[in-house]
């Protein structure tokens, strides 16, 4: 079947035009196939601008550039030079024109047309000149770009209000905007055969751990695809298990927290494109930590022990319910077990089921939420009350108790800081339910213990998920279930095994006086 | 009959499970003490679907032990 | 090597530590109390003594080989051939084991929490997150018990905690009133389940600890023991306690019944089924820590590549054999508390010994 | 839709499922003896009549009570599951009442049913029904609370801590002391008053004045598993001083020249002590207290030390007497040691116990008893001397 499937392939390819690969052509050294190699290349393409012009009336040139990426300012202030500005008697040589006529900060010469054309697209400007078998490729890549403004996902209360853009450099700007060390050192390659998407790797030399910086250029090295739209595509490549419902990458548009994370010894990868910033090694506890934790007061840490309760509640309130008013009756108070039945009466579902529904339905409310225009975002919130909380109660198809649960769970899983770690929620809760609902809470307990030996099984880059909770260190819990105050935490977390393992000078100098 | 036709399936769910790590493996004795064990304990269970009688291996330790406990363990304490 | 994994000093304590607790935890209190009746924690202070002196004979077959499981070093030690039988009469103990906490499990929960639900059922759902346990190797389902711990010690001291108002002194009195004898037969299942059942199979396990010196070894298993020991003897202590010697030993499951009677403020009561799962989460570690150790041990009896083929037939054959084990439970508990700590007596104080013996004088000959 | 049914298929097979409203929430459980057969009564909640939710004004009675006869208590059960709707669900019984009947002749059946069956928990209370079958205590309908059982359960906690002739046992502690060789059990015993037939009815309740209740009296004295009698009420007050189960308890005091004085006790403890004159074992019991006047209705001036002291005197006597009126009566008439005197000669004196074990019941009958009391007056109210004296 397989071997039909890829005849079928080739034969769709065969009948295909056969395209051409320009990347290893070299430059002619006559200006008029030049340009004719680049239109054809790129089908005339409508938004690819060709401008002849002469130098000194002797010398034919031409500057490509593809508009709507590049800066015209900056063209006409190239062809203003070129054109008015070279007076005089004395013959303009190639190279003259490359280190003194040219008041442009990035120029780079090519000789193969590839490159060049990359370069255009991306927004930068070609200069070619007749008689010579090498061009110029100018930066002139300037796009409308949205500017930095403040996270939308991850919003804190005290910290700063910035976010990424879409665009690489603004990125890595606001990173080196707050860490200024000459060991912060930002890798870029290009990732996708079409898109060529800028991918950027930063870390700090010598406090991010070699072992685990080559593992991940070797792995995004890895990476053949024809486009990468966003870092979710990266993600789901460079990840470790790749059935797991847990995220073994951590992603964030918050550049403080990238450069917290950069200071502990982790290593961000930026794509172009997107305002998320992905972030490896990822762990389990680090999804439950916020950046706001570390600029509030240290005994706002305590709030972690919250969201992990919450963490379990969301995944766990339906089955609980479930286990217990089906199974484990005697679990329950006697007045409430009187009520909870007054309440169940003339429910025509079994608990599973009335759970089921209500927790789908919630599922699909928190969907049409999400993807409907803000404008009618109300409207749904109005309607999944009244479906929810009113209509379902008073015609008697679920119990005021299920509506509780289900409510309970819904706000429970809005806790968890991380949206990643809440989606890998959803569909464990219904495997549990499952469970729940054939072996009660045995069902439960005996699940939990495959989820915590998958948990324990996971890695992310080669540091076990669930450290440093197991494998147990004692010095790293400083940042587990509290944060303790920063003169307390001398030193990074040690399971990312940095070469620097301190992070603060271990005697506080005193004042002088 | 039910009960051994699902059986028989869950089984052949685990061969087809373990036939691609098997597969990898290139020593023999692995594949064989796969089947054969995995043979036993379809027989067995069969068996024990039909009431076959099956040695219970605590008969061997009752009737070692059982002498010892009487005679010499109830003697002294 | 078929076991790439290694485990820390520390997570080998916390192995022992859960083993040890295992499921004496839930069984232990009736069978040592149905023989010394209220001074049943004496007898727990007694084996916990011998106990410990089991560790200082462990230790020095642990020194024997120390980068070896039994299983590889018996044909060197014993020849070939009876070095084979030895290995594979060996595999049987923790396989059967595997067998009988399946079916004490089964036991417990059909009794208690789930009567109409096929024993079968419960065993098959059980095995098959062990067998899920042992596939993903040592490392892994230490580190489970690791994370297990906390949950665990934190419902011990609630569990404890909750109890104390219930604390009868006149219970366990008079302190040894019927002389010694009946404290060191009830010592009999206490130094047999907790302490020797845990120390046999370690000779599976101890090549893979990681140490820098043999002797953290020793260390270790001294501090498990002792913790564990310690958490029994208070458990015992507990149920005599709050139940007097005689009503423990006419239950089935006495700590299950301890719980039932948490009641605090009639807010905190009803709790047992939580309770339980302090026990499911050793007994889940006891169990996945002799099926680890057998299917291991056989894979490198035959000398395979991977242990994990086996872990699927071996686990079915266990389940038959978990039913097949007792026509009922009257049996079960008889062979269970009279002749199977005789059995461990066997492997801890004459097959064991047996090795060190043969090891060392292989060991000077060579 | 398709996980759906594979999900219903799933748990539709599902061996343990009980929903809640398939549920017959089952409080009280009452046991007699029939002839040969034991007749079981069960008390069900009906939900909806209590929650607060639907009003409870509907039509319906909140309990129902389900009454069948078998041969073995579990068929008796077999057969109430044909009549009643719900299946019996009994985790959340809180009493459990046997018959007199029943108690001189069974109870050991009785129990071995209990305390095998998984469903039971241990945190209910056993009662003997005196003078009357369990079933028509079952049926009484109460005022204050819904569910007849739990007034039952609550005022027998409550009456166990304020009162002193009534004793709470839960099955553990029935347990304990049928296993126990130096200790026999009692119970408490429960009695129908007024007119049995309007007992069960609506009317009953809506009545300010109850025509028909239920009162706890004294206590049921049984000897291994069989009731053998009932202690006075008297005799029921000097057994828990005895056994140490007295919290808080009122008492009346006869003043020295006639009248009555109430006092509260609010502190007591009793300490057994045995020793040997030989192999002739003695009990030495010796009852601390404190205790406040609670009201005075006779001319005695309270604020005298004399007159404390002398008040004192007479209420250590009474207390002392009714503590060996229950010993001479558990001695004389029922020779069960309900006290666990054996108990504490075991404990304290346990190689010589040995020899007593096997005949206890009859050592006890000549056991000789010393009680000593030492109660003191504290704190006399808000007032010092009465208004009573002042008036006279």
Known sequence: MKRAKRRKNLKEHGSKPVQQNHSTLHIHPTLENNINEIKQSIGNSMDIIVREFLIQEKLNGAIIYTKGLTDLQMVQELLESLMLQINGDKWIQYEDIKKSILTVSQIEEHKEMGQLLTGLLSGDSILFLEGYETALLINTRQWKGRDVSEPITQPVVRGPQEAFTETLITNTALIRRKIRDENLWIENRQIGTRTKTDVAIAYINGVADDAIVEEVRSRLDKIKIDGILEGGYIEEYIQDSTYSPFPTVYNTERPDTVAANLLEGRIAIIVDGTPFVLIVPALFVQFFQASEDYYLRSDFGVIRILRLFTFFISLLAPSLYIAITTFHQEMLQTSLLISLAAQLEGIPFPAFVEASLMALTFEILREAGIRMPKVIGSAISIVGAIVLGEAAYTAGLVSPAMVIVVSITAIASFVTPAFTMSISIRILRFVLMIFAATFGLYGILIALFGLTLHLCSLRSFGVPYLSPIGPFNMNDQKDVLFRFPWPAMHNRPSFLQQQDQQRQSTERKEPKR | MWKVIGLLLVSAAIVQFEYSHLKKIRNRMDRWSFAVLLGVGLMLSIMKMYDVPLFNPLQAIEFIYKPIYENVFNRVL | MLEKGRISVAQFTILIFLVTTGDSILVLPSSVAGEAKNDAWLSGIFALGIGLLLVLLFYQVSKLFPDLTFVEYSDRIFGSFLGKVLAGFFLLYPFLSVALLLRELGDFLTTQILPHTPIEAITILFMVFVIYGTRLGLETWVRAGQVFLPFFLLLVVLFFAFLAPQFHLDNIKPILGEGVKPMLRGSLTFIAFPFMETLIVLIMIFP??????????????????????????????????????????????????LAKKINIGKFLERIEAIIAILWLITIFIKATFYFYSSTLGLAQLLRLQDYRPLTFPLGIIAIVLSIEVSPSITYYNEVISKYWPLFDFTMSLIFIPLILVFGLFYLKNN | MLLMILMLTFTSGCWDVRELSDLGITVALGLDKKGDEFNVAVQVVNPGEISRISGGAGTKKPVTVYEETGETITE????????????????????????????????????????????????????????????TILKVMTATENVPANKIYESLEKSEEL??????????????????????????????????????????????????????????????????GWLSEDESKGYNYLINNVVRANGVVTCPDGGKLGMNLIKTKTKLQSEFTGDQPIMNIEITGEGNIDEVSCGIDITKQDNIAKLEQIWNQRITSLCLKAVDSAQEEFQSDIFGFGEVIHRQHPRKWKPLKDHWDEEFKDLEVKVTTKLKIRRFGTITDSIVSELE
């Not at chain 4, 719900?86 to 002749?105: C, F, M, Q, T």
């Not at chain 4, 059946?109 to 069956?117: A, G, P, T």
């Not at chain 4, 037939?197 to 009953?204: G, K, L, P, V, Y």
């Not at chain 4, 049984?222 to 053998?228: E, V």
Request: proline residues 2%; glycine residues 4%; without cysteine.
């Open chain 4, 76 to 135: 008796a059960f077999r057969k109430i599951l044909t009549t009643s709707p719900n299946n019996i669900y009994l985790s959340h019984v809180r009493v459990v009442v046997i018959g007199e009947e029943l108690a001189k002749d069974r109870m050991k059946y009785v129990l071995d049913f209990i305390s095998r069956n998984h469903e039971f928990r241990t945190d209910f209370f056993l009662i003997v029904a005196k003078d009357s079958t369990a079933d």
């Open chain 3, 208 to 257: 893979y600890v990681k140490i820098k010196k043999q002797i953290e070894l020793r260390n270790a298993m001294l501090i498990a023991q002792t913790a564990g020991g310690t958490l029994l003897i208070l458990m015992m202590l507990t149920a005599l306690l709050v139940f007097g010697g005689e009503l423990v030993a006419h239950q089935q499951y006495p700590s299950y019944s």
């Open chain 4, 163 to 228: 009162y002193a002739p009534t004793k709470a046992v839960t099955l553990d502690d029935l347990k304990m002391d049928l296993l126990n060789k130096g200790k026999q059990p009692v119970l408490t015993g429960i009695r129908l008053i007024g007119d049995e037939d309007r007992a069960a009815s609506e009317e009953n309740v809506k009545n300010l004045k109850n025509t028909s209740k239920l009162k706890y009296e004294n206590l049921a004295v049984f000897k291994k598993d069989r009731l053998i």
